[in-house]
T-cell receptor, first 115, second 112 residues
């Protein structure tokens, strides 16, 4: 199993440009998540999905959009990039279990700089 | 609103020492708590997951405890090694959607 894969690893955008961060998992996990991590900080949830066709906002959703057409893929879209979106983005997945969810598995991250 | 705090922010110890990392959370109504390790420039690796009904979990030299009533968890690392140097993050799952709320992390440095 490759686990959770993310592309690209690095990207530099100009203000106002758009891009899509790709995330794929091969573990047949129902739940998928997008987090961002700013320097010296913990992770904050942007969006999450509990299954294909179902998405919901996390703590910091403004400026982002997601879709979930398959179990495997959960792309994150930035429509009009702003310097405040400079961050490292992590995708994660997990299985639901009774009373919550199981361990979350993380991808290697995408380091995004907006200039 | 759930808040997770980790103290200290950074810790430096000589090789071989036993050490404890602390994590506190404000709302005791949680499903589980996870400890992660993050190496510089890398993603997160899950170390231990403690369900709300459990008091502790062990994996090798790592032992994590959970005290829901006081809103605290500790990660105990025995006989530390330079390879343990990394940032350690705790995260709380307090909802059925699996959304994790992270602390800011403790950066651990183990000196040879």
């Amino acid at each position: 199993n490759a686990g959770v894969t993310q592309t690209p690893k690095f990207r530099i955008l100009k203000i106002g440009q758009s891009m899509t961060l790709q995330c794929t998992q091969d573990m047949n996990h129902n739940y998928m998540y997008w987090y961002r991590q700013d320097p010296g900080m913990g992770l904050k949830l942007i969006y999450y999905s509990v299954g294909a066709g179902i998405t919901d906002k996390g703590e910091v959703p403004n400026g982002y959009n997601v879709s979930r057409s398959t179990t495997e893929d959960f792309p994150l879209r930035l429509e009009l990039a702003a310097p405040s979106q400079t961050s490292v983005y992590f995708c994660a997945s997990s299985l639901p279990i009774a009373g919550g969810t199981d361990t979350q598995y993380f991808g290697p991250g995408t380091r995004l700089t907006v200039l | 609103k759930q808040e997770v705090t980790q103290i200290p922010a950074a810790l430096s110890v000589p090789e071989g020492e036993n050490l404890v990392l602390n994590c506190s959370f404000t709302d005791s109504a949680i499903y589980n708590l996870q400890w992660f390790r993050q190496d510089p420039g890398k993603g997160l690796t899950s170390l231990l997951l403690i369900q709300s009904s459990q008091r502790e979990q062990t994996s090798g030299r790592l032992n994590a405890s959970l005290d829901k009533s006081s809103g605290r968890s500790t990660l105990y690392i025995a006989a530390s090694q330079p390879g343990d140097s990394a940032t350690y993050l705790c995260a709380v799952n307090d909802n059925q959607g699996g959304k994790l709320i992270f602390g800011q992390g403790t950066e651990l440095s183990v000196k040879p």
